[in-house]
C-alpha cells in the first residue's frame, strides 16, 4: 500500500501530465494547421495560376493562328511564339506544383499531346506561306479536336486540383475534430482527478488536523463558523508541533549523550579504581627497582639505551594511569581571580625547550592581559600545555603556533574571555573532527584518548567551552572560552 505523500505526489503528478498533455497537443496542432495552410496556400496560388494560365494561354494561341490564316500578318506569328513559351512556362510550374500522381498524368498527356498540335499547326501555317490555302485549311479543321482535347485536360487539371482541396478539408475536419475529442476527454478526467485530490486533501489531511486542533482546545467550540480561520489556526498548530518535536528530539539527544558519558565515566572509574590496586602499586616497586638497579650496575652503550627505553615505558603506563584517574574523578576547581594570560605564559615557559628541539615557533598576540577572572590556573595551565603539545606533535617536522588572547560580549551571558591556539600542522580528517573529544578516542598509536576530554571537561567546569575548528592540510584552531563571570547555572549556561 503506499504511503500518504506518495499517493499526494501520484494525484498531483496526473494533473500536472494531463495539463502538459493537453498543452502539448494543442501546441503541435496549431503548428501543424500553420504548417499546412502555408504549404496550401503556396501550392494552391501556385496550381491555381499555372490551371489558369495553360487554358488561358491556349485560346490566345489559336486566336493569334486564326489572325494569321485571315490576315497573314508575320507579327501574329511573333505573337503566337510568344504564348508558345508562355504555355510552356505555365506547363513547368504547373509540375512543380503537382499535388498528386494522377494531375502529374493529366500534366504529361497535357504536354505529350501538345507537341503534337504544336507539329501540326505548323504545318498549316506553312501551307498557308506556300500559297495552299486549301489544304491548310483542311488540316486546320482537322486539329481543331487536338485543340479541345488540350482544353479538356486544363480542365481535368483544374477540377483535381478543387477535389484535392475538398479532401484535404475534409481530413483536417476529421482530424480536428478528434483532437478536440481528445482535449476535452483531457480536461475531464482532469477536472475528475482535482476534484478526487481535493476530497482526498480534505479528508485524509485537514479533517484529521483539525480535530486535533478541537482537542487540544486551539479552536474554540463556541466560535461562529464566520469568524473561525481554520487555516491559520492548522497552521499555527502544526508549526507548534513541529517546534515541540524538534526541542523533544534535541533534548532526547542530549540526554543520550549524557547517559553514554555516565556509562563510560562509570566504567572508567570502575577501570582506574581496578588498576590502582591491581597495577600501580607493583609499577612503583619496578620503577624504584630500576632506579637502584641504574645507580649499581655499569652498563654499556647498547645495555643503557635499552634500560632507558624500558624506563620511558613505565613512564609512560604512569602516564596513562595517572589519566584514568583524572578522568574517573571530576575535577575539583581551586578557583581564585587570576589573570589567563598569565597561565598561557606559564604553559610556554614549561614548554620551552620543546618547541625549540622540535623547531615549533610560537607566537602570543594579545592587545594586554586578559581580564582577571575566578579560574584553577593549575588545571588550566593542564589544559593550554594538552592542546599546545598536540600541535607540536602534529607539526612532525616543524611549524608554527599562534595564540590569539581577546575578551568580548555575548549576550546574555556577558563578557567571555577567549583563547585561541592555532597551528600549521596537517589538520584533522573531516570524518573523525566530532569524536576527538570523546573518551578513549586518539589518532596517535601510544596515546590513551582521555587528553582532550580531560580539557573539555576542565573547561566546562569553568563554565566555558571548548570548540575545535580544522581543515586538512590547512592546520587546526581550538577555540578556548572562559566566562568572566559564572552565573547561578555554572557551566551549563555556557555549554556549546
Excluded at 482537322?142 to 484535392?164: G, H, M
Amino acid at each position: 500500500m503506499f504511503s500518504l505523500r506518495t499517493r499526494i505526489a501520484l494525484l498531483l503528478f496526473c494533473v500536472i501530465a494531463l495539463n502538459l498533455a493537453g498543452a502539448g497537443i494543442t501546441l503541435w496542432y496549431t503548428n501543424r494547421t500553420q504548417s499546412l495552410q502555408v504549404q496550401l496556400s503556396a501550392k494552391n496560388v501556385a496550381a491555381l495560376e499555372a490551371s489558369h494560365g495553360l487554358s488561358a494561354s491556349l485560346m490566345d494561341q489559336k486566336g493569334n493562328t486564326t489572325y494569321y490564316l485571315l490576315s497573314h500578318d508575320d507579327s501574329w506569328l511573333k505573337e503566337l511564339n510568344a504564348k508558345r513559351e508562355l504555355f510552356e512556362g505555365w506547363l513547368v510550374k504547373a509540375k512543380e506544383s503537382a499535388f498528386s500522381a494522377e494531375s502529374l498524368l493529366v500534366l504529361s498527356e497535357l504536354e505529350s499531346l501538345y507537341a503534337e498540335y504544336d507539329a501540326s499547326r505548323k504545318e498549316v501555317i506553312e501551307s498557308y506561306k506556300q500559297g495552299h490555302p486549301d489544304a491548310g485549311a483542311e488540316l486546320h479543321w482537322k486539329i481543331r479536336d487536338e485543340f479541345n482535347t488540350l482544353l479538356l485536360l486544363s480542365k481535368e487539371f483544374r477540377t483535381l486540383y478543387v477535389q484535392a482541396i475538398e479532401l484535404n478539408r475534409k481530413e483536417f475536419s476529421e482530424e480536428a475534430e478528434i483532437v478536440n475529442k481528445v482535449i476535452m476527454a483531457g480536461l475531464i478526467l482532469s477536472a475528475i482527478i482535482e476534484l478526487f485530490l481535493i476530497v482526498f486533501l480534505y479528508r485524509k489531511i485537514l479533517d484529521p488536523i483539525r480535530n486535533l486542533a478541537h482537542a487540544t482546545g486551539e479552536v474554540g467550540d463556541s466560535a461562529s463558523p464566520s469568524t473561525k480561520n481554520d487555516v491559520l489556526t492548522l497552521s499555527n498548530k502544526v508549526e507548534s508541533l513541529i517546534i515541540h518535536i524538534d526541542d523533544t528530539q534535541k533534548e532526547l539527544d542530549a540526554n543520550k549523550e549524557t547517559l553514554l558519558q555516565s556509562e563510560k565515566m562509570a566504567l572508567v572509574g570502575k577501570l582506574a579504581a581496578g588498576v590502582a590496586h591491581s597495577i600501580r602499586n607493583p609499577l612503583t616497586s619496578v620503577k624504584m627497582r630500576l632506579f637502584s638497579l641504574e645507580r649499581s650496575l655499569q652498563l654499556d652503550g647498547q645495555q643503557q639505551e635499552d634500560f632507558d627505553v624500558v624506563s620511558e615505558e613505565i613512564l609512560h603506563i604512569d602516564n596513562i594511569m595517572k589519566n584514568f584517574l583524572e578522568f574517573a574523578r571530576r575535577p575539583k576547581l581551586k578557583a581564585k581571580i587570576q589573570s589567563p594570560s598569565e597561565v598561557v605564559d606559564t604553559a610556554l615557559r614549561l614548554l620551552k625547550h620543546r618547541f625549540e628541539s622540535q623547531e615549533v615557533n610560537v607566537s602570543v598576540e594579545r592587545t594586554g592581559l586578559l581580564p582577571a577572572i575566578p579560574i584553577d590556573g593549575g588545571l588550566l595551565k593542564e589544559t593550554l600545555v594538552n592542546l599546545i603539545l598536540n600541535a607540536c606533535d602534529a607539526m612532525v617536522q616543524g611549524g608554527s603556533i599562534t595564540i590569539t588572547e581577546k575578551t568580548d560580549v555575548v549576550e546574555p551571558l556577558g563578557t567571555i574571555v577567549f583563547i585561541r591556539i592555532e597551528d600549521t600542522g596537517p589538520g584533522i580528517a573531516e570524518d573523525v573532527i566530532e569524536q576527538i573529544f570523546e573518551p578513549f578516542f586518539s589518532t596517535k598509536e601510544e596515546g590513551s584518548g582521555l587528553g582532550l576530554a580531560i580539557a573539555r571537561r576542565i573547561v566546562e567546569e569553568h563554565g566555558g567551552w571548548l570548540h575545535v575548528t580544522s581543515s586538512e592540510n590547512k592546520g587546526t584552531t581550538f577555540l578556548l572560552a572562559l566566562p568572566a563571570t559564572r552565573g547561578k547555572h555554572g557551566k551549563n549556561s555556557l555549554s556549546r
